[in-house]
């Protein structure tokens, strides 16, 4: 039995946060496995998450995956509480402090 919240409670919460922090929480869904859960763009940024139930860890084949998208540039994070989601939350809205995200589209 889980001592934590489930994975789906962790991965709701970060949705519901970060949409209302104005962002996007996309499902990733790959033919790859392995890869994060969330797609996550906020002010500016974009960080691949894999949501877990408290205290889970990623599978073998997760960790493989997350180090070859990092090798490659990603931001990849794995979260399993809402202090977790908060941290995220205030860490990327903090980064846009100051700075303009918005390009114009032709």
Do not use: H, W
């Amino acid at each position: 039995m889980s001592m934590g919240k489930p994975e789906n409670y962790v991965e709701s919460y970060l949705y519901s946060r970060v949409r209302a922090s104005g962002g996007l929480c996309l499902k990733f869904m790959s033919s790859i496995s392995g890869v994060p859960d969330r797609i996550v763009i906020l002010a500016g940024r974009t960080v691949f998450v894999e949501t877990k139930a408290l205290g889970k860890k990623p599978r073998k084949l997760q960790l493989v995956r997350f180090n070859e998208m990092r090798v490659a540039g990603a931001d990849v994070r794995v979260i399993d509480s809402r202090e977790l989601v908060e941290e995220l939350i205030s860490e990327l809205l903090a980064s846009s402090s100051g700075s303009s995200t918005l390009r114009a589209v032709a």
